[in-house]
């Protein structure tokens, strides 16, 4: 062999050893390296998860008295395992089943369907779990339903009853809490596809609105996992894993239940109140506020739901009916969602602004029946003259001519329609200094900004808009083609990107295109009564494990200060007092035994309603009290509710009644909400059975608030 063959064997023979080298090496990857991986792959050909839900921690009051809790219930459920094996797929059982228990035939069908077994657009109430878990088709059955049901197995194979927790809102003292609260649902795609950055098990419930869906990582625990394997015929062989749920976490919140419900009473007293007077009155809310620190005591939305109603499952006609407008739309969370000009309460406002623009608080002022603003007139309310008043009194009977002059006059000082480089815009700063047209924080979802109407708020709409208006008469409808119309179209095509003169008047009486929140409205007034402390509105003070250790708590956050003098607090928290003594208030607080300070609004509204009617005004009320030393802030409006004070005003005393346990012209000491004078700032230890105190919705002996499931062992004691 020469050397040329013995160099060619050789890098055979290399070629060779490096094959064998990288074959070993590839199989030691697979098998030891990357052997967890791979086995874990092919098990999970060969698995079935079957999942046990957590018990939902309970959402409690500030005193521990349970909000939501879980209750026993019986639940029917169905096999797919068993009656998939049956000639007809079970469609006999299923059939015979519905017509024992009352239900529909579709929809049960419908729900024991797997998700993957439907063609898509009609997967709507589809069973999101595994075939081998048990498919719940009722949760609330007759217990001698269900007895009927469990003793003839052999005519309802697959078919069994069990006891399970479900979701339970206990209605004390007339509790609804839906907006706050919110509710728990099945998972949707989206939710599976984590588009809320979390992971889920196909057959959990998870929170859908409310403090449900904000806290819902802490209150969901973690649920219990049982692996089937199971061969190609989906016959099971073993049981590869089988963990025990772990309950959720309990939130305490600073609502107190006594307080909410009375809240929603007095709205939904107010809104009958206001259709009693012959207003539409179409809905409202109601914020009640701690000025020391933000913390939300009740929020209350009307019209409401019942967030039961979501565990035993909607119908169509119900899921349509919480967006309707007929209905008054009651998914609408009107404290948080609900945009509307502020009316004359705003006039806290603009006394900040005069005297940052130098006007002498102290003097009086000429209250005219009008003012003429360029070539419009605009008129007091109800056009009557007040004389000469005091900017207190002004304030008080809510003077509309005296902040006409004085934003016009502000408007012209700043250039009018070709203003300076740097205008003074004292009316626009400060309603900045109130964070108005910014969100409040509050820990619940979807709350809206509201919007600061100001210079560049008007050029970001005009640039949006222009194209419209300048195209009015090809654009609009011939409903929209009214004389009055055209002409407001031909402005805002000419100059609507200006703050014009009208724009500047309307906006120092709250009117216009400023509109805000009753939440927003609420803090902003908190900030009035507390020394001028901006406060983000918190609703959580703590989460609490089963065993009663505190695993977070969540402090008060300061968002800013207003930057007012004290004296000019002073003078309008004053003011504020005056309204409820000799001004637009002075007949919705007569003889009321505790100072309070409030203003009335009464916002006029363009449009029409659906059924061709103009909308009427909406009713505010935002206040403050004690006078002296506030501690609380409590909001009302009533949407197309008419006269603020009549209305709201009314509304709002009736919630101070509760609050301070007051009873005509006398306090009762024993039925205030809070003997100390303040709302509680203790932890409570949360207890299935805590109860709630005396007070003027429930004067006699408290009854208890439903039980909770067996798997929450926490005693407790409530702490006020």
């Not at 219930?73 to 015979?96: E, F, Y």
């Not at 997967?123 to 009927?148: E, H, N, V, Y």
């Not at 019209?303 to 565990?311: M, Q, Y």
């Amino acid at each position: 062999m020469n050397q040329r063959s013995r160099l060619n064997l050789l890098v055979i023979q290399i070629f060779i050893a490096s094959l064998m080298f990288a074959l070993f090496g590839r199989l030691f990857y697979l098998q030891v390296a990357a052997g967890p991986k791979y086995r874990d792959a092919a098990l999970s050909i060969q698995s079935r998860d079957v999942v046990t839900p957590a018990n939902r921690g309970f959402i409690v009051d500030s005193s521990g008295v349970p909000m939501a809790l879980n209750k026993v219930g019986l639940a029917v459920t169905v096999d797919r395992t068993k009656i998939d094996k049956l000639p007809d797929k079970g469609v006999a059982v299923v059939q015979d089943l519905v017509n024992l228990l009352g239900l529909n035939f579709d929809d049960v069908w419908q729900r024991t369907r797997l998700c993957g077994e439907l063609p898509k657009g009609k997967k709507a109430g589809c069973w999101t779990g595994s075939r081998f878990q048990p498919i719940p088709i009722t949760k609330t059955a007759d217990p001698q339903l269900a007895l009927r049901i469990v003793e003839r197995s052999d005519r309802y194979p697959g078919i069994s009853a069990t006891p399970l927790a479900i979701r339970s809102y206990p209605t004390t003292l007339g509790l609804n809490g839906g907006h706050v609260l919110g509710y728990v649902g099945p998972l949707t795609e989206a939710d599976l596809a984590g588009a809320n950055g979390r992971s889920y098990f196909r057959s959990e419930s998870i929170g859908k609105a409310g403090l449900e869906t904000v806290y819902d990582e802490y209150l969901r625990g973690v649920p219990g996992i049982k692996t089937f394997i199971v061969d190609r015929k989906e016959a099971v062989t073993t049981t590869s894993k089988n963990t025990k749920p772990t309950a959720g976490n309990h939130l305490v919140t600073s609502l107190d239940i006594r307080l909410q419900a009375a809240a929603e009473a007095a709205l939904a007293g107010a809104v009958k109140r206001a259709r009693g007077s012959g207003f539409r009155a179409d809905g409202g809310a109601a914020v009640v506020l701690d000025v020391r620190n933000g913390q939300v005591l009740a929020l209350a939305s009307y019209p409401t739901f019942d967030p039961n109603a979501f565990e035993k499952g909607l119908s169509v006609q119900e899921a349509n009916d919480l967006y309707s407008e007929s209905n008054g739309v009651p998914a609408l969370n009107r404290a948080l969602q609900g945009l509307y000009a502020p009316a004359s309460t705003f006039k806290s406002v603009s006394i900040i602004a005069a005297k940052d623009a130098g006007y002498d608080l102290n003097a009086s002022y000429a209250c005219p029946s009008e003012v003429q603003v360029g070539t419009r007139a605009f008129q007091n309310f109800e056009s009557k003259a007040q004389g000469t008043l005091s900017m207190k009194k002004a304030l008080a009977v809510s003077c509309d001519t005296i902040w006409y002059r004085i934003a016009y006059d502000e408007w012209l000082r700043d250039g009018g329609l070709k203003p300076k480089s740097n205008p003074n815009d004292y009316f626009f700063k400060a309603a900045a200094k109130f964070k108005v047209g910014e969100k409040t924080g509050v820990d619940l979802p979807s709350e809206s900004a509201g919007r600061l109407a100001d210079r560049e708020w008007r050029k970001d709409w005009y640039s949006q808009n222009k194209d419209f208006y300048c195209n009015y008469k090809t654009r609009a409808t011939k409903a929209q083609q009214t004389p009055f119309l055209l002409q407001l179209a031909r402005e805002n095509c000419i100059d609507g990107d200006k703050i014009r003169a009208g724009d500047a008047v309307n906006f120092s009486i709250g009117q216009g295109d400023t509109v805000v929140t009753p939440i927003k409205l609420a803090q902003m007034y908190a900030a009035i009564a507390n020394g001028g402390t901006i406060w983000k509105p918190t609703i959580a003070k703590a989460i609490v494990k089963t065993d009663g250790t505190v695993l977070r708590t969540f402090k008060p956050e300061k968002l800013g200060d207003l930057g007012v003098d004290q004296e000019t607090l002073v003078f309008l928290r004053d003011a504020l007092r005056e309204v409820t003594i000799s001004g637009t208030a002075a007949g919705a607080f007569s003889g009321f035994p505790v100072a309070t300070a409030g203003k009335t609004g009464t916002a006029q509204v363009f449009g029409r309603n659906a059924n061709g009617s103009a909308k009427a005004d909406t009713s505010w009320y935002a206040s403050f009290a004690p006078a002296k030393n506030p501690r609380y802030a409590v909001v009302m409006m009533v949407s197309q509710g008419g006269y603020g004070s009549g209305t709201s005003g009314v509304g709002v005393r009736q919630i101070y009644e509760t609050i301070f346990g007051a009873q005509g012209s006398t306090v009762k000491p024993e039925l205030a909400l809070f003997p100390a004078g303040k709302p509680p700032t203790k932890l409570p230890r949360i207890s299935p059975a805590t109860k709630p105190k005396p007070s003027i919705l429930n004067p006699g002996k408290p009854k208890a608030v439903a039980s909770a499931t067996p798997a929450a062992k926490v005693k407790v004691k409530a702490k006020r």
